[in-house]
């Protein structure tokens, strides 16, 4: 559908309609975005890292486990807070709710409906990882007053990259069943492979090489020596450019999933 209206106002004309969303739902997110998240790095970082002996050479320059594993959780955090996000909420928006539809019958085009939507889900990656940073702050997890900023904005990046793909796939999804494959094949893989765990070079060469070849591992070791500082600014550059790629792309695919979806309703 054409429109007539900028981009910018087309968002602009769901602010109501998310800010709406956000004060019904923002109770139940506290335990998937703040404390579960949290849980995790007491566990993981702390109780269990208080057996792992801090090497900066089998640690990739990080001091201590809990160092070492913050910048790679708050990076799959991302990858799950954009994943939930845009499955359940985008099915409900065709098949349950059909606020997409009723939003369709205004000057809105669905390049509108996703911008907003995406966007929405920006501001809850954003507010969740950058919560997350500030607590872990003062622990002096991290090695420059520069890199947990730059690792935010990588950690967003990381974030919308899944959530522009994955709006894509739930726009062309018949039936909610599919989200399930995508949590236990994709997200729950993607969290413990990516590096964000233990280094990928323990997987073995070929196993090592597939982790590479994943979304989650750019953003997850971008973020790392970000944080670490022990920026190798070639491969930082390299994982820059394929976060951006897939976000581009998976932008234009949502847009024509949900046209496509929208038009055979």
């Not at 566990?43 to 160092?67: C, K, N, W």
């Not at 009723?102 to 920006?122: G, Y």
């Not at 070929?206 to 953003?219: D, I, S």
């Amino acid at each position: 559908m054409s429109t007539s209206l900028t981009a910018r106002d087309g968002v602009g004309r769901q602010v109501d309609y998310w800010w709406t969303v956000y004060k019904r739902t923002w109770r139940g997110g506290i335990i998937s975005s703040f404390v579960s998240p949290l849980f995790y790095v007491v566990g993981m970082g702390v109780l269990l890292g208080g057996f792992i002996e801090g090497d900066p050479a089998r640690l990739e320059g990080a001091t201590s486990y809990l160092a070492y594993i913050v910048p790679g959780l708050v990076a799959a955090h991302a990858m799950q807070l954009a994943v939930g996000e845009t499955t359940y909420p985008v099915m409900g928006g065709i098949k349950w709710h059909k606020s997409y539809h009723a939003q369709m019958a205004t000057p809105l085009a669905v390049r509108d409906i996703v911008n907003a939507h995406l966007l929405f889900v920006l501001s809850r990656i954003g507010s969740a990882t950058a919560v997350f940073m500030l607590v872990l702050a003062p622990f002096g997890l991290f090695e420059s007053w520069w890199g947990p900023f730059l690792a935010w904005l990588a950690q967003l990046l990381v974030g919308m990259a899944f959530a522009t793909v994955v709006f894509g796939v739930s726009a062309r999804m018949t039936s909610e069943e599919g989200f399930g494959v995508i949590f236990r094949l994709g997200v729950v893989p993607l969290t413990l492979f990516s590096g964000a765990f233990f280094p990928i070079d323990n997987l073995g060469p070929l196993l090592a090489w597939v982790a590479r070849l994943t979304p989650l591992w750019h953003g997850v070791d971008l973020s790392r020596m970000l944080c670490l500082d022990t920026v190798d600014w070639p491969l930082a550059a390299v994982h820059l450019v394929v976060l951006a790629a897939i976000t581009a792309w998976g932008w234009w695919w949502a847009i024509r999933g949900l046209e496509q979806r929208l038009g055979d309703s």
